[in-house]
């Protein structure tokens, strides 16, 4: 019998309508559009704004059109991944109240905590799920919604980080396409230098804590800088390498959206191209387990069946990886 392989057989990406510039950024904060620019590649992000507006209805609108897309009745779906640093509460998983808003009825999940990296590791759990047998549709979501946690007066992380949601669908087959190979990693050790401080069970939520601005993402830029550029290359060359995958051989890069200078490095490690990266965090700025599959929906349309693509994230925990995929449709 032939190896079950997980293909990915749709995509869908949702981003807010709200979009904050640049150029507002430097009204908020001491900042210029230059500066963020040049350090980072981002001109705008977008962002989620209105009461009761959460993680989760970025992943309902981006489920609803990705079962459009592939044709696919609520009831079918059997598992659901969220892949995300943003749950609308810290329980019930965002999963549950996504397949409740979706009418999955059929379906069980979980939310999946990686940060910059939850998509890569949503993706590979979700295919053992396929290759296992145990199921034949899953959808791994990657949704973050960053302006719930970040500090709109510390210009070290505001101008960085944007709202954004992908889900992709997974399905069984025999043809030798989907993911094909996948290395995933952990650092713990390098939790110090990017984390919440606050509500978890280490510091619960008090006065203190507020006061504190301790509810805000905490990152020491340098320091993550230097271990990203390192850690998401040199993954990238491995997953190639282990696979007798040369540069030729890559349709696609698909990197993290972090930072433009940490992509061109990945880039230059693996001898790729500039013109097979997929890069949109000039317009979404990093929106942390969205930014890879809103970077696959968006070139949806270029990508050809059998189109050898390299997925690269490196995030906080740390946490990084790559995955090796042959592309599974035209469209
Ligand atoms: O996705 C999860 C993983 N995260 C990452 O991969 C992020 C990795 N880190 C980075 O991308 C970069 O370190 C940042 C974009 C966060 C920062 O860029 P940098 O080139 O490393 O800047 P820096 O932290 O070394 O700061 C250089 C200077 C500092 O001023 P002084 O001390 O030299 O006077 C900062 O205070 O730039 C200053 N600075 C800013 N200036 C204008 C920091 N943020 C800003 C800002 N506008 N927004």
Not at 24 to 44: A, F, P
Not at 177 to 194: H, K, N, P, T, Y
Request: one cysteine or more.
């Amino acid at each position: 019998m032939s190896k079950i392989h997980a293909a990915i057989t749709g995509i869908q990406g949702y981003v807010p309508d709200y979009i904050l510039t640049n150029k507002e950024l430097e009204k908020m904060v001491d900042t210029t559009d230059e500066w963020i620019m040049t350090r980072t590649g981002i001109s705008q992000r977008h962002i989620l704004k209105g009461e009761g507006k959460a993680t989760s209805d970025m992943a309902v609108e981006a489920i609803k059109g990705l079962l459009k897309k592939t044709n696919t009745k609520p009831e079918e779906v059997e598992l659901v991944i969220v892949c995300t640093v943003t749950p609308d509460m810290v329980f019930p998983a965002t999963a549950n109240i996504v397949c409740d808003k979706v009418g999955l009825k059929n379906a069980w999940g979980f939310d999946l905590s990686a940060a910059c990296s939850g998509f890569l590791y949503g993706l590979t759990t979700g295919t053992r799920m396929i290759e296992s047998g145990a199921h034949k549709k899953v959808i791994v979501v990657g949704a973050d919604k960053m302006s719930a946690i970040v500090d709109y007066t510390d210009r070290t992380t505001c101008v960085i980080f944007g709202d954004g949601c992908g889900a992709v669908m997974l399905e069984p087959t025999e043809e030798s396409i989907g993911v094909m190979d996948s290395i995933l990693r952990s650092d713990g050790s390098g939790r110090e230098f990017l984390h919440q401080k606050a509500g978890g069970s280490l510091r619960p939520a008090s006065h203190e804590t507020i006061d504190n601005k301790e509810h805000f993402v905490y990152q020491e830029g340098k320091s993550v800088f230097k271990f990203a550029v390192t850690n998401m290359a040199d993954v990238a060359a491995e997953i190639m390498e282990r696979n007798n995958l040369t540069a030729d051989d890559v349709a696609w890069l698909v990197p993290h959206q972090a930072n433009k200078r940490i992509i061109d490095a990945t880039a230059n490690r693996m001898g790729v191209g500039s013109d097979k990266v997929m890069i949109n965090i000039e317009r979404y700025g990093n929106t942390t387990s969205g930014t890879i599959p809103l970077c696959l929906w968006e070139w949806e349309k270029q990508l050809k069946k059998g189109d050898n693509v390299i997925l690269a994230a490196f995030g906080g925990g740390f946490t990084w990886g790559a995955i090796w995929l042959k592309w599974a449709y035209n469209s």
